[in-house]
């Protein structure tokens, strides 16, 4: 089969052929339809997490169908559509057991320490990571494994925190922010929704997703203009899919008294805490991809018409000319490889 694997850091991936797996057991061959074109794939390929093996199959937001199974799968047939939860584990720590797999070793993910789906074919160690997608096509549901996941497990996180009439930012509206966009206006009722980032298509683009103010960060004033949204009180919550040292300053500056900052994005920043910061009692947390169970519930948000599902496709051939057009910033929503 065709797969498009790293060889070398800091190197464009190579189109290679290799063998086709044989499931056998619980494992399950799926066919890929769908492999999400992520920013922390292109942190793999810098070399900023080192992975277990070289050459490696990057891809970890997978969907396609069953091609076949292994002698103990129960409950799928050839054929069947499936969405791929991708942080498998091998061993049974207190995360496992919570169903929290997302905080177990990382280097057991599919794409960092098994083979991904930038492949025709994906060997999944147990069908208990597939769900199974009744009411969407596969390719349009791949956003939903990773960026859809993640942006739904930051939003989670701030809807202790806010109250009616209270604000919160959203800062990098790419292919997770504009699912959190959608998250905000769905899970946290009667709170202000802000997007902020750099890029005037993509603030259009969280505007027509419902966002109630957008805010370009490269020409205006945003610790200005929420205190002048939040009568000086700054924001309950703000979400930051960017990471940078710039982004997670400017996000804690936006938070008023007892306001929570989530932090997703992966671009390696450093925040600054001042004594001025610690009378406010803000909480700064993380959020890193989601649970088995929260991408049950995407997927059913998404099969119940309440999602829109942004991406662009390019074929297999095509991931490196895929990968510059996203770190250059020029993907709307997300980027999706089909074999």
Same mark, same amino acid.
């Not at 002698?71 to 054929?79: A, D, I």
């Not at 990571?129 to 009411?135: A, T």
């Given at each position: 089969m065709k797969a498009a694997q790293l060889v070398s850091y800091r190197k464009p991936l190579e189109i290679?052929?290799?063998? /086709?797996?044989?499931?056998?057991?619980? @494992?399950?061959?799926?066919? !890929?339809a769908g492999a999400g074109v992520c920013h922390s794939d292109l942190h793999l390929i810098e070399g900023m997490f080192p992975l277990p093996f070289l050459p490696l199959t990057l891809g970890h937001e997978n969907t396609g169908y069953v091609e076949n199974i292994g002698s103990r799968v129960t409950g799928f047939e050839q054929g069947a559509p499936v969405a791929v939860y991708g942080a498998w584990n091998r061993r049974s720590d207190?995360?496992?057991?919570?169903g929290e797999g997302n905080l177990s070793n990382v280097n057991d993910w599919v794409g960092v320490g098994h083979n991904g789906g930038y492949a025709e074919?994906?060997?999944? *160690?147990?069908?208990?990571?597939?769900?199974?997608? &009744?009411?969407?096509?596969?390719? +349009?549901? /791949?956003?939903?494994?990773?960026?859809?996941?993640t942006s739904y497990r930051a939003i989670n996180k701030l809807r202790s &925190?806010?109250? *009616?009439?209270?604000?919160?930012v959203?800062?990098?509206?790419?292919? @997770?922010? @504009?699912y959190a966009v959608q998250y905000s206006k769905l899970m946290l009722p009667q709170v202000?929704?802000?997007? !902020?980032?750099?890029?005037?298509?993509?603030?259009?683009?969280? +505007?027509?997703? =419902?966002?109630?103010?957008?805010?370009?960060?490269?020409?205006?004033?945003?610790?200005k203009i929420i205190k002048d949204i939040t009568n000086d009180e700054g924001c309950q919550g703000?979400?930051?899919?960017?990471g940078s040292s710039e982004t997670m300053n400017m996000a804690y500056?936006?938070?008023?008294? @007892?306001?929570?900052?989530?932090?997703? =994005?992966? &671009?390696g920043g450093k925040l600054e805490i001042v004594p001025d910061m610690l009378v406010n009692e803000a909480e700064v947390t993380t959020s890193n991809w989601g649970t088995m169970l929260e991408l049950s519930e995407v997927i059913s948000l998404a099969e119940s018409g309440k999602l829109k599902i942004q991406f662009e496709k390019m074929g297999l051939d095509s991931v490196n000319e895929a990968l510059e057009k996203l770190s250059s910033g020029s993907v709307n929503g997300r980027m999706i490889l089909t074999p």
């Amino acid at each position: 089969m065709k797969a498009a694997q790293l060889v070398s850091y800091r190197k464009p991936l190579e189109i290679r052929e290799v063998d /086709t797996p044989e499931p056998s057991g619980e @494992q399950v061959l799926v066919r !890929i339809a769908g492999a999400g074109v992520c920013h922390s794939d292109l942190h793999l390929i810098e070399g900023m997490f080192p992975l277990p093996f070289l050459p490696l199959t990057l891809g970890h937001e997978n969907t396609g169908y069953v091609e076949n199974i292994g002698s103990r799968v129960t409950g799928f047939e050839q054929g069947a559509p499936v969405a791929v939860y991708g942080a498998w584990n091998r061993r049974s720590d207190r995360f496992s057991w919570k169903g929290e797999g997302n905080l177990s070793n990382v280097n057991d993910w599919v794409g960092v320490g098994h083979n991904g789906g930038y492949a025709e074919y994906l060997l999944v *160690p147990t069908y208990k990571y597939l769900l199974p997608l &009744n009411e969407i096509d596969p390719v +349009r549901a /791949t956003p939903l494994v990773d960026a859809g996941l993640t942006s739904y497990r930051a939003i989670n996180k701030l809807r202790s &925190n806010v109250y *009616p009439g209270s604000t919160v930012v959203l800062i990098g509206i790419g292919g @997770q922010g @504009q699912y959190a966009v959608q998250y905000s206006k769905l899970m946290l009722p009667q709170v202000k929704t802000v997007a !902020i980032d750099i890029d005037d298509s993509k603030l259009a683009a969280a +505007r027509k997703l =419902g966002a109630d103010e957008i805010i370009n960060s490269a020409c205006d004033n945003p610790l200005k203009i929420i205190k002048d949204i939040t009568n000086d009180e700054g924001c309950q919550g703000v979400v930051d899919f960017v990471g940078s040292s710039e982004t997670m300053n400017m996000a804690y500056s936006l938070l008023g008294r @007892q306001g929570k900052m989530v932090i997703v =994005g992966l &671009n390696g920043g450093k925040l600054e805490i001042v004594p001025d910061m610690l009378v406010n009692e803000a909480e700064v947390t993380t959020s890193n991809w989601g649970t088995m169970l929260e991408l049950s519930e995407v997927i059913s948000l998404a099969e119940s018409g309440k999602l829109k599902i942004q991406f662009e496709k390019m074929g297999l051939d095509s991931v490196n000319e895929a990968l510059e057009k996203l770190s250059s910033g020029s993907v709307n929503g997300r980027m999706i490889l089909t074999p």
